[in-house]
Structure formats: C-alpha cells, structure tokens
C-alpha cells in the first residue's frame, strides 16, 4: 500500500535525525549533571555568600558541555609538555598507591591509552574472520597482538582481535587468532562499524583499483 510505503520512507528520513538528536541530548544531560554534583560540592565547602554566586550557574544549560570541553582541552595543553608530563607522572603515581582505587584506576588508565593513544594499533584495521565456527564469517577489528605468557603459549604469528555484535558494537567478544586465518579489509574502521550497526544494509563502496600504467614500448 502506498501509506505503508510513504511511512517507511518518512521513517528512514527522520530516524536517524532524531536518534542523533537523542544521543546529543543525553549527552548534554549528562554533563550537565556532572557539573551540577561538582557545584554542589563546592557550594558545601564554600560560604553562603560565594555559594549564592555558583548556584545560578546550575540552571544555564549546556554549561557544563562548556566547561568539560575546555577542562579537556586546557588539561590536553598542559601536560604536552616536560612540565606537564612530570605532573602527570606524579599523579599517576598518587592514584598508584590507594588500595582498591588504583585497581580501577591502572586498569581504566591501561584500556584507554591502548584506545586512544595516537601511537597505538587498536582499532586501526578492520578485517573478516570465521567466527563463531569455521565457514561463518564476521567483521572484527584488530586491538593488537597477544603478549606474556599467552605469547609464549600461541607463538608471534597472532593477533588479537574484538568482534562487535549487532546492532550494538559496544558489546562482543574478545578472540586471538592466526594471523593467516583472517583477511585484512580496505574498509576504514568507521565504515566497518557501519555495516556492522546496519546489520550489512549500508555496504561501504568497494576499494577503487588503479588501472595498471601502461609502459611505453
């Protein structure tokens, strides 16, 4: 029927519109209650009179989105160099020493600067494996190579590699795989996490292969 045609039509238009809007927004909600609970914090330690200062910048929306944003960017500036970083170097070593904390903190502190760090491998590739049982195959992205004692027990030519489940990447599993049992794509990482949340409706475009030059006899 044309009206069940022109809805789904209608749908694919706004959708992805208000699931965008929807993640800025709790986003900004979450910021903003950040910044509210430090605000709280600081209206108990500081006087009435300083606190009738600080509490009308709870109700300015979008403020701590602000603020984060140049905590982040200021804080990114500081320890780019020696001085920073020896700062750095001390409060990580702070943080080292409290018990229970620092095996949250070390662990956190590890993941993302696997993740994030621009000099890391993880989540650089994008490649196919047979998962979960040979002849199946599944997008996966390499976070690195198999280290300690898992090394000596596996050999060097091992990756390791997460694979995203569907239509939510931020859960899947962990495997470790020969380096000649999976096949590296072209793809970058964003257009691998496309087709993996599209479920392989959004195919990326296929790699553009040079003509070979001809070479003048």
């Known amino acids: 029927m044309p009206i069940k045609k022109y809805l789904l039509t209608g749908l694919l238009v706004w959708l992805p519109l208000a699931i965008t809007i929807w993640v800025l927004l709790w986003l900004v909600g979450l910021l903003d209650a950040i910044f ?14 300083a606190g009738s200062l600080i509490e009308p910048l709870r109700h ?5 989105v602000v603020l ?20 750095l170097a001390q ?19 590890k ?7 621009s000099n890391g491998n993880a989540f650089r590739k994008a490649m196919l494996v047979q998962y979960p049982r040979p002849g199946v195959w599944t997008i996966a992205f390499q976070t690195g190579n198999p280290g300690g004692e898992v090394a000596n027990h596996l050999g ?11 239509p939510n990447p ?24 496309t087709y993996v949340i599209s479920m392989g409706s959004v195919a990326p475009p296929p790699p553009i292969r040079l003509a070979p030059k001809q070479v003048p006899l």
């Open 170 to 193: 931020t859960s899947g599993f962990f495997l470790m795989l020969a380096r000649a049992e999976v096949i590296e794509l072209q793809m970058s990482v964003d257009e691998a996490l």
């Open 60 to 64: 300015i929306p979008g403020l701590g």
């Open 68 to 87: 984060v944003f140049s905590a982040l960017l200021i804080t990114g500036a500081l320890v780019s160099n020696v001085a920073g970083r020896w700062w």
């Open 156 to 166: 060097p030519d091992f990756i390791s590699v997460y694979v995203p489940t569907t």
């Open 111 to 117: 993941v993302s600067d696997t993740l994030f760090s």
């Open 36 to 49: 509210g609970g430090v605000l709280t914090g600081l209206v108990a330690l500081t006087p009435s009179s």
């Open 91 to 109: 409060w990580d070593r702070l943080f080292a020493h409290i018990p229970v904390f620092k095996t949250i903190y070390n662990s956190v502190k």
